[in-house]
């Protein structure tokens, strides 16, 4: 049974392939400082707007991004809510005794339109990548590589043990589990995790075992040389004024 | 559930957040061994497939968070996982952001490493099951429990506005709490019967 790869990166031009990762990882990390320092609401929505035409410039398909809005939680949603009715300001409605403020609407907004200026940011110079190469280039950037070798291991056992589950999930399912909220429902997923718990310690002594054969020292070896070429340069500095134009609009306005 | 999006918190509040699981992640790794690397990165990827799994828990759903086994599971560990995990789920699925990396990452580990400190001797002496079960039930309790309150404080250090909204939220971490709880008992009750021995790599293994 083969199951979509998970963790697959999203489909993108090939322009931004062109550039170095680090250089993607720095801008993307650059996006997001100016991004959070906006504090004008109509600045703010020009972030998340700018972060939307860039993703859709550069070849995300819409439909991706939509799968991909900033998933709002039931808490998340309740705090964005509640908002309007805790800021003090001007009233804009009243419900009840609960007055909402312009104030409180705003921040709101703010909040949204800062949260996708960022995760669209994200999604398109980061979630394009193939996550090898992302975790070469966040070692070139100077992480230290025992997170690394770890974010590399993860992703891998990640589609491992989502294939597996996927499987004993599809068994579940033959013997016609319905999940709900009862006794025999918690312990059918809890021995389904307990056994995937097991396996994976298991697979994980074994994949040790096979590297030690193979005299893993404590070190992985960054074949591609991730050559930073003048193209990237020319890219960073183009970017420079293009991640400042918000902030210093905001300082002068 | 754990998630605070980028944009709700200030500065102060994410600073600290950074620079506190900083500090942890740089004492995990220091203390982590490459030996234990393929367990640790197997036991990251677990829960994140376990974050898929919907439990249904009266009219709504929950997605697991697990942070109280994993820290039973992992120890320190536990804070280098769950970053690698946080820093997928936003790469991939768009779940929180960057800048709250972080805290986040703090608001599930501090928890962790909590339960760890408190329940694993327990956990490692006891051999019935059923007694298991009812550590594991705590454990989950306990860790999320935690984070709920840690989510919650995050939001109120951030600003007086935010303190209704906490209060309330923190209502919606029971029915999470209520699932981790019967969940957690269950794996390791399970574990228990299965495979005795991995509850216990911890005390074969240095760490």
Known sequence: MSSLPLLAPLATSSFLNTLDPRLRVLLCLAWTGSCLSLERLSLQA???????????????????????????????????????????????????????????????????????????????????????????????????????????????????????????????????????????????????????????????????????????????????????????????????????????????? | MAHIPDGVLSAPVLTTGAVLSAGALVYALRRLDYDRIPQAAMLSALFFVASLVNVPVGASSVHLILNGLMGILLGWAAVPALLVALLLQAIFFGYGGLAVLGINTLNLALPALLCAALFRGAIHRCHSPRQLFWLGALTGFSGIALTGVLVCLALALSGPEYIPAAKVALLTYVPLMLAEAAITGTILGFVQRVAPEQLRLQQVTRD
């Open chain 1, 46 to 253: 020009l972030a998340a707007l700018a972060a939307l035409g860039v993703a859709l410039l550069l070849g995300l398909s819409p439909r991706a991004l939509l799968r991909r809005l900033v998933v709002m939680e039931g808490f998340m949603l309740l705090v964005l809510l509640l908002l309007p009715f805790s800021m003090p300001g001007n009233p804009v409605f009243t419900l009840g005794n609960l007055e909402a403020t312009d104030a409180g609407f705003a921040r709101a907004l703010g909040i949204l339109f800062q949260a996708h200026g960022v995760i669209f940011m994200v999604l398109i110079l980061l979630g394009t990548l193939e996550v090898v190469t992302l975790g070469h280039a966040l070692a070139r950037l100077g992480v230290p590589d025992k997170l690394v070798h770890l974010l590399l291991f993860t992703v891998r056992y990640v589609q491992v043990l989502y294939e597996e589950h996927l499987r004993l999930r599809q068994a579940m399912r033959a013997r016609a589990f319905v999940p709900g909220t009862n006794r025999h429902s918690w312990n059918s997923l809890g021995w389904l995790l307990g056994m995937l718990l097991v396996r994976s310690l298991e697979r994980a002594s074994r994949i040790h075992e096979a590297m030690k054969c193979r005299g893993f020292h404590g070190r992985f070896y960054l074949l591609d040389d991730g050559a930073w070429g003048r193209h990237d340069t020319l890219i960073a500095l183009a970017a420079v004024p293009l991640v400042l134009v918000l902030p210093l609009l905001e300082s002068v306005l």
